[in-house]
């Protein structure tokens, strides 16, 4: 390549790594890519609610005689309700103001008819596997999907980005709170921590603050395997039930360093996937050793930037990689591609390295891209596990453990409520302004629990006309002089 060309080059991935350095974090600015006709749509909140409605009817119910006065649809979204309002009190609160005033806002806002008890929403939801609620996870796909935000959520070599990862979403210390669904840990003084875990996979972008939630994997104890086993076995799991829902022809597998394990890579390969996971030199050192043997300049290559960093200041990144190291020492060993980047700041202090693992053939022009890919991983934890588990939906918190499938249930109910909030971001614009507002989701939520506590609302728009109107913003701003 002449010098010229070189030149132009490297200023074309500069901004490519420019712009990926000044990442968003749930701000509500202007989001590429999104179609802002789809969001003129009415009634999109009132039309989710139908849908989920219309699936919660059609759940199994065990209940006979008398005990059957409730319709399963009002004691699904009754559950719903709490979470979507952030509010465990939100279904005592309506019943009060039906009480007082012949109305209130679980029915005008998620078309529950008659409120359950809590003890019945738990009992009746009990036996019901969560995978019956799974199809709204694609429902909401799919809305995502017309609003354009998966379009514009591809990244390098035109790729979805598809981040998998586990967390927790209930855990005892009771001897009396646990199933056989349970996983648990022995503790040396004679302790044991009953919990539920499950792989929450969502699609990421190194360019989007937003997260889509997919379909969960429940991770359940497996005979005789160590905790790492579950975590690969239910994404192996994952992959076979829901490789075909997914698969777009040109979709990429994020991970950290335990999902770069030889199976599961040629899993990912069997069913038309790619993978970029992370990939630790102390957790593969004869792939480590291979790369440090290579001869720099022909098998092992490099890149050097000098980029403005997120508090505006000169980094340097250093890419290497390799194409065709084998991933382990055996006989079959897999062939993978290497990449490492390494940034240093002014001073060549090291503030970040991190290097990955890719069946993407890696050059000069995508490695920059890729590695950018690679480093969006850390939003399933941080803008989807974090968020689920510290602001405002406390999955980890006890909301009813029953005796067989409740806190999946439970748990499933929460990840919806984060994937419809999430759409709102996208889809309604008064929603947006009120957020932008208001400053943060929590405090949207919080301002939404009082509203509902003490006024009835006829519909969402309203709420949402409301709110606009109280805080003079969207058609309510007052001009300033
Ligand atoms: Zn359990």
């Known amino acids: 390549m002449s010098r010229t060309g070189e030149a132009g080059r490297r200023e074309a991935v500069r901004q490519i790594v420019n712009g990926l350095s000044h990442d968003c974090h749930w701000n509500l600015g202007p989001l590429s890519g999104i179609d802002w006709r789809v969001k003129q749509l009415r009634h999109r909140f009132d039309q989710l609610i139908e ?82 609620l799974f199809e709204f996870f694609d429902e909401l796909h799919q809305a995502f999907n017309q609003q354009g935000l998966l379009a514009a959520m591809r990244a390098v070599q035109q790729t979805r980005l598809i981040a998998l990862d586990a967390t927790w979403y209930f855990c005892s210390q009771s001897k009396n709170v646990h199933c056989k669904n349970c996983s648990c840990i022995r503790h040396t003084e004679g302790q044991v921590t009953h919990f539920h875990s499950a792989i929450t996979p969502v699609i990421v972008s190194p360019s989007h603050s937003q997260v889509v939630s997919l379909r969960p994997e429940f991770i359940t104890p497996q005979d005789g395997q160590t905790k790492q086993d579950c975590e690969i076995a239910a994404a192996k799991r994952w992959l076979a039930a829901h490789a075909t829902l997914y698969h777009t022809g040109n979709d990429t597998f994020l991970g950290d360093d335990l999902y770069a394990h030889q199976p599961f890579c040629r899993q990912v390969l069997l069913h038309g996937f790619h993978f970029l996971f992370t990939c630790k030199p102390a957790s593969h050192p004869h ?68 290097s990955f693992i890719t069946d993407w053939q890696i050059s000069a022009d995508n490695v920059a891209g890729l590695v950018a890919a690679g480093r969006a991983r850390w939003k399933i934890e941080n803008q989807n596990n974090n968020v689920l588990k510290n602001r405002g939906y406390h999955l980890e918190h006890n909301f009813g453990h029953g005796k067989q499938h409740l806190s999946s249930l439970l748990a499933t109910m929460n990840l919806l409520a984060f994937a419809l909030h999430t759409f709102l971001e996208l889809s309604d614009e008064s929603y947006r302004l009120i957020r932008a507002a208001v400053g943060t989701r929590q405090g949207f939520y919080q301002h939404l629990q009082t509203l509902t506590l003490f006024w009835h609302f006829e519909t969402w728009e309203s709420l949402m006309d409301f709110m606009q109107r109280g805080l003079e913003i969207g058609p309510y701003a007052v001009a300033k002089s």
């Not at 078309?111 to 008890?117: A, D, G, M, V």
């Not at 022909?298 to 890419?319: A, F, M």
Request: proline letters at 5%; glycine letters at 4%; hydrophobic letters at 35%.
């Open 51 to 132: 849908r989920l409605r219309a699936l919660a009817a059609g759940l199994p119910d065990r209940r006979t005689g008398d005990n059957t006065q409730f319709e399963m649809a009002d004691i699904t979204l009754s559950a719903f309700a709490v979470f979507f309002t952030q509010n465990p009190s939100f279904l005592s609160f309506q019943r009060h103001m039906e009480q007082a005033k012949g109305r209130n806002n679980a029915r005008s806002l998620f078309q529950i008819k008659r409120l359950p008890t809590d003890n019945h929403i738990r009992q009746t939801l009990d036996p019901v596997p969560p995978r019956h």
């Open 287 to 354: 792939l480590s050793r291979w790369v440090e043997a290579l001869e720099a300049g022909r098998d092992l290559h490099t890149l050097k930037l000098r980029v403005k960093g997120k508090s505006n200041r000169w980094e340097h990144h250093y890419y290497r990689w390799a194409n065709g190291v084998p991933l382990t020492d055996s006989d079959d060993a897999l062939k993978v591609n290497w990449c490492e980047l390494t940034i240093t700041d002014a001073a060549g202090k090291v503030c970040y390295r991190n």
